[in-house]
């Protein structure tokens, strides 16, 4: 029970806790019960704009990702060919970015200072960049098809690997063409699926925040940007509790739908080898939808990534190092207290707390689950797993309105940031680890008991170094995870002690060309440090299939 | 009438070669069966002429046209896959009708001819069960009925009872031959299983590493096999090579080994197997006899089978064959040195054997 506590602990203090006082601020504004604000809230037009644009988005973001996927789906269920799992991990890169990242990416790509608009311009001898699409829904949707391509990629293509192929046949040898037999047998089986990763697409762009604060601009915001402005700018906390409450509302209200659709989709489909189902691309059908295929991919997936790493090293008009430099200096006319540099030392450091915190923590939520087969733990697994459904934007909120007075007052303690990266990143230290331990017979902890080990020893020679390697996936994506949190850092960050993407943030936010570099060799050399932690994560995933 | 010609098809996956110029003729109302080891080329061959495998070389002739640019599902053939391959969002109905709904016929014919096609494989009244809800062996007759509702002119069978547990294989098995000579439909039937083979077909094709070994029926084949690698798979292990003399006899490493009446010329290398099932062992009281064969050698193993013994004998040459004794004689223990007498019909000559090394 007491290794239960601890996580339980600090759950109650560090997630339920916020909720409260978010729940609290939007029903008793004044310190009694008043339904006022949040009648206000929902009344007025401008509340229902916002939560019309949040969902049209979202939808439309939806649409154009599944229209652009699907194909590629086929690609990775059906077809082998050389060089398939590599770019299988390269086109999950994008949803494992930071959201400053991408944001800087489109910048960088077709932003009015990009490579595209800038190679237009000198190229035809143009006054203005000739692509406007900064702060327009466009650069917003873009950007979402990009994060969330992988999604479908990876829920449909899996499904439709797992796919007989002797089903098409039968119904091609029934006098079904190749087109028929998609619509009628094809499509209908993998519907449940198509619907479950539409509808996690969805929940992410509705709940999209990065990308909508730094690409919308002003005139674009979605529920969770509402909040960060009624806050943040605007300072009316009432308003933004009431928004909390919708949007923690609207995602538990998703979120359900989704365990829901996905017990649904795990039916029906018997499994074949994967071998059978894939064959090389010999038709010229195949070869040209591979070919269109790779091409959109490089296109979607490659640019805006590779135009990032050009703008980072691109002042004036050749290859330059100055804004690495820059990173080291500070300028009078700096935006920080401190050299940039330094916010790169603080988020390696929060970084490593988050790490730390997340694996105490992760670690003794497992253990406890993989002991207990009581109903306790069916009980404890969905709540540990809770802040995973819970928005970033909403729970940095809850922190600035809840941990800023006594009885717990950490406003001013270096401590708050690490804290809400380790809410973010511990569920996935259990959901690494949980695996693991639970695979592990129980005969191997009871011999080392019998023969005299205390818990603590049995722990340390027999339990940590079976689930080692579970371990190490685990911080590594607390660590990812922490390093590029955005939602929760820009309310809890204090101005002194900002983080990597806080720095983009700011950056991309300020005039002039030393700024705007300066975000994109930070953006950089984040996405360098995310992408080796993912495509870490991806080799020892596929080296050791199973055990996730 | 020829219904079905294969000429020299040819097939590689991965610079594997699974065919190779395969060549043959189906007669039409025949069921025949293409028997073989796994990886032999049998399931390409009837996905070739299915067309959903284009052959690197050769053509498929059905009804004398090249089918080379028929598309699978224009050629109206029906196919059964193994483990079915039923469509799991639609009903046994659904999945009986969707070959006619796809050749456009009335509702109302579609509606009699299911009901007949359930009658016919005994499954009136599950027309609207789900096929998660069926038994192995209800599925098997459902994608049975699938198969032959859109009145196929060719019916293609890649291993139709191998999911099924092996009580149930045999009882499904007569059963389906029954309903494919009562639809009197031409069919082909791919399996590694020699008693499905002989129990179905009318012609059995006998296929190793891409090629046909020997076209006969299933009785000639059992008598008869043509080739050390159709000997093997039939389960014959005793094989000795030798040359066939005038006499009517072979001389092998084991001795001189009498024969039944066979057509090959005097001299040739060739051959031979010896039945398991044509020795009795050589008792004291037996007259010293010329006309017999006999062969001596030490007993490794003597196995009561109930109605034989499994007795392995190894010969002088180090050679172990393996014969069933008859339970009447007394048995045989192991180390001790026991001579065989062969009856000349246990003895058989490969005719196509070419001297292959076997040991």
């Known amino acids: 029970m007491l290794i239960a506590g601890i996580p339980l602990g600090f759950l109650a203090v560090f997630y339920f806790y916020p909720l409260m006082k978010i729940f609290a601020l939007s029903f008793m504004p004044e310190g009694t ?516 | 009438m020829t219904l079905l010609r294969l000429r020299t098809l040819s097939k590689t996956f991965e610079r594997e070669p699974v065919l190779d110029a395969v060549s043959l003729d189906v007669e039409e109302g025949s069921i025949l069966c293409l028997l073989g080891p796994s990886g032999c080329g049998k399931t390409t061959l009837l996905r070739i002429i299915a067309g959903l495998e284009i052959p690197d070389t050769g053509t498929v002739y059905f009804d004398d046209r090249d089918m080379a640019t028929v598309a699978p599902h224009l050629r109206n053939f029906g196919m059964m896959f193994q483990e079915f391959a039923l469509f799991p969002h639609k009903n046994v109905l659904g999945n009986i009708t969707f070959g006619l709904k796809m050749q456009k016929r009335p509702r109302r014919e579609i509606r009699a001819r299911a009901k007949e096609m359930l009658s016919l494989v005994g499954l009136e009244g599950y027309a609207r069960r789900n096929v998660s809800e069926l038994s192995g062996g209800e599925r098997q007759r459902v994608a049975l009925a699938r198969t032959l509702a859109p009145n196929p002119r060719l019916v293609l069978l890649d291993e139709p009872l191998g999911a099924l547990d092996k009580a149930l294989r045999e009882r499904l098995l007569l059963e389906m031959r029954d309903i494919l000579k009562k639809v009197g439909v031409t069919t082909i039937f791919v399996t590694h299983d020699q008693t499905e083979a002989f129990a179905i077909a009318d012609t059995v094709v006998v296929m190793d590493r891409g090629r046909i070994e020997q076209t006969d029926t299933p009785e000639n084949l059992y008598a008869h096999p043509a080739t050390a690698s159709v000997a093997l798979f039939l389960g014959f292990h005793n094989l000795v090579r030798g040359r066939i003399e005038a006499a009517g006899t072979m001389s092998t490493d084991l001795g001189i080994l009498r024969l039944a009446e066979h057509g090959v010329p005097t001299g040739r290398d060739v051959m031979a197997l010896i039945r398991p099932d044509g020795a009795r062992i050589r008792e004291a009281s037996d007259q010293p006899d010329e006309g017999k064969t006999i062969i001596s050698g030490v007993v490794k193993n003597c196995l009561f089978k109930g109605r034989n013994y499994h007795l392995e004998l190894q010969t002088g040459t180090g050679q172990v064959l393996a014969f069933d004794i008859s339970n009447e004689s007394r048995p045989a223990d192991p180390g001790q040195l026991i001579e065989l007498i062969l009856s000349p019909e246990a003895v058989v000559v490969m005719t196509d054997s070419l001297v292959e090394p076997f040991t």
Not at chain 1, 339 to 362: E, K, N, R, T
Request: glycine share 6%; charged share 10%.
């Open chain 1, 33 to 548: 019960l008043s339904l006022v604000d949040l009648h206000g809230l929902v009344s007025t037009s401008y509340y229902l704009k916002t939560l019309w644009f949040t969902t049209w988005q979202a939808a439309l973001s939806t649409i154009l990702t599944l229209v652009v996927a699907l194909p590629g789906a086929y690609v990775f269920a059906r077809l082998r060919f050389p060089g398939k799992t590599l770019l299988q991990s390269l086109t999950a890169i994008p949803f494992v970015l930071p959201s400053v990242v991408v944001a800087a990416a489109f910048h960088a790509l077709l932003g009015p200072n990009g490579v595209v608009n800038t190679w237009l311009m000198n190229g035809f001898g143009l006054e203005t960049p000739p692509i406007q699409l900064n702060h327009t829904i466009w650069f917003i949707l873009m950007a979402h098809v990009f994060y969330n391509y992988t999604v479908i990629i990876r829920i449909v293509g899996g499904a439709w690997s797992r796919m007989q192929s002797s089903l098409t046949e039968a119904a091609n040898m029934l006098g079904a063409s190749p087109w028929t037999a998609f619509r009628k047998v094809t499509l209908p089986l993998l519907f449940p699926s198509i619907c479950a990763a539409s509808l996690l697409v969805f929940i992410f762009c509705f709940s999209s925040f990065g990308v909508i604060l730094i690409l919308g601009g002003p005139r674009y915001a979605t529920i969770e940007v509402e909040i960060y402005r009624q806050a943040v700018h605007i300072f009316n906390l009432p308003m933004a509790a009431a928004l909390s409450l919708v949007q923690i509302c609207f995602t538990f209200l998703f979120l359900w739908v989704y365990t829901w659709l996905q017990r649904r989709t795990t039916v029906a489909l018997y499994p074949e080898s994967r071998r059978i189902t894939q064959k090389r691309p010999t038709t010229i059908r195949d070869r040209c939808i591979l070919g269109a295929n790779i091409t959109i991919m490089a296109l979607l997936l490659g640019t805006p990534l590779l135009a990032l790493v050009i703008q980072s090293f691109t002042a004036g008009d050749g290859f330059s190092l100055v804004f690495y430099r820059a990173l080291l200096e500070n300028p009078s006319q700096s935006i920080f207290f401190i050299p940039p540099v330094q916010a790169i030392g603080y988020s390696i450091g929060f970084a490593l707390i988050a790490l730390i915190l997340s694996l105490i923590i992760g670690l003794l939520a497992a253990t406890f689950l993989s002991q207990e087969k009581s109903r306790a733990a069916s009980l404890l697994d969905p709540l540990f797993m809770l802040p995973l459904a819970t928005s970033a934007v909403t729970l940095g909120f809850g922190y600035i309105i809840a941990l800023d007075k006594p009885p717990l007052n950490l406003r001013t303690s270096i401590l708050l940031v690490p804290l809400a990266h380790t809410l973010v990143a511990y569920p996935f230290v259990v959901r690494s680890v949980l695996p693991a331990l639970r695979s592990m017979p129980k005969s191997l902890r009871e011999s080392a008991v019998l023969l005299g080990a205390s818990p603590v020893q049995t722990w340390i020679h027999v339990v940590m170094p079976i689930i080692r390697r579970a371990i190490i996936v685990g911080a590594v994506f607390a660590f990812t995870i922490s390093i590029g949190e955005f939602g929760a850092t820009v309310f809890v960050a204090r101005p002194q002690t900002p983080t990597i993407p806080l720095a983009i943030y700011r950056f991309l936010g300020q005039p002039g060309a030393l700024n705007y570099g300066q975000a994109m060799a930070m953006s950089t050399l984040l996405m360098l440090v995310t992408a080796a932690g993912f495509l870490f994560l991806e080799k020892i995933r596929m080296s050791h299939e199973g055990e996730f």
